[in-house]
């Protein structure tokens, strides 16, 4: 998982001006569920094509599919 402050440098790069260690934390938590939904998807994709490596075009499909 990336640092907090990571996060809260996203948060600050959209355009906050400040970002609560609480804000940040949870913004982590919700990035870290959208990207596992994605993965998945992604895994999905790869083994459905007969592959045991994901590909970026399965990322990219994955993301599509899911509207992230």
């Keep these: 998982m990336l640092s907090i ?3 809260e440098r996203i948060l600050k790069r959209a ?3 400040r970002v609560s260690a609480d ?5 982590a938590r919700v990035v870290e569920d959208k ?3 994605v993965a998945k998807e ?3 994709l790869a083994k ?3 592959r045991k490596t994901v ?3 399965d990322i990219r499909l994955a993301r599509k599919k ?3």
């Design 15 to 17: 355009g906050a001006k």
């Design 66 to 68: 899911l509207d992230v």
């Design 23 to 27: 804000a940040a934390k949870e913004f």
């Design 42 to 44: 992604a895994v999905a």
């Design 55 to 57: 590909a970026d075009s």
């Design 48 to 50: 459905h094509a007969g």
């Design 5 to 7: 402050p990571a996060f």
């Design 35 to 37: 990207l596992l939904e």
